[in-house]
T-cell receptor, first 113, second 111 residues
């Protein structure tokens, strides 16, 4: 596609439910990143993919968070048993190389009630 | 102390003014990014630099590796420049875009 696409753009869920957030990076971009932007917390790194493998998962806040990437393209971030503190905007970005220019999606705003 | 610090946190300017936003960091870096985020909008990468100076239109970014400092300048500012400007650095041990972000500078340019 022309840019990084994320879905859903908004998700409201109840505490304890599972959610899946999807990222479709720019075609040909091998590196994919998930970040989180919480109110009052700024942006933080969650996980990085190079191809289908995730060399760095150090930013995932707990074992309720997981992510996968298939076909070197689409990535899914899954949050199990959501908590209110998971409420944030989840941003995906991709780059052609590990340290190339980053292209961000519009984000998925998650609200946990 | 945050690894990436920006100043000022908030900035109000009149249209046409020259604007400077500063970023200081404490880690060794592979690259420094300047990002722009409009209210309710996504994030756009403005610059990625590891040395020297880059210019794009009315925007100029400079970096001093020895002093661990970068500046983003906006010449002839316009209300459409109103946004949050975020400085972020890539750790040079990672050589990835696993970025450490500053807290952002909220810029409001008044007509």
């Amino acid at each position: 596609g022309a840019g990084v696409s994320q879905s859903p753009s908004n998700k409201v869920t109840e505490k304890g439910k599972d959610v899946e957030l999807r990222c479709d990076p720019i075609s040909g971009h091998t590196a994919l990143y998930w970040y989180r932007q919480s109110l009052g917390q700024g942006l933080e790194f969650l996980i990085y993919f190079q191809g289908n493998s995730a060399p760095d998962k150090s930013g995932l806040p707990s074992d309720r968070f997981s992510a996968e990437r298939t076909g070197g393209s689409v990535s899914t971030l899954t949050i199990q048993r959501t908590q209110q503190e998971d409420s944030a905007v989840y941003l995906c970005a991709s780059s052609f190389e590990n340290t190339g220019e980053l292209f961000f999606g519009e984000g998925s705003r998650l609200t946990v009630l | 102390k945050n690894e990436v610090e920006q100043s000022p946190q908030n900035l109000t300017a009149q249209e046409g003014e020259f604007i400077t936003i500063n970023c200081s960091y404490s880690v060794g870096i592979s690259a420094l990014h300047w990002l722009q985020q409009h209210p309710g909008g996504g994030i756009v990468s403005l610059f990625m630099l590891s040395s020297g100076k880059k210019k794009h239109g009315r925007l100029i970014a400079t970096i001093n590796i020895q002093e661990k400092h970068s500046s983003l300048h906006i010449t002839a500012s316009h209300p459409r420049d109103s946004a949050v400007y975020i400085c972020a650095v890539g750790d040079n041990w990672d050589a990835t875009n696993k970025l450490i972000f500053g807290t952002g500078t909220l810029l409001a340019v008044q007509p």
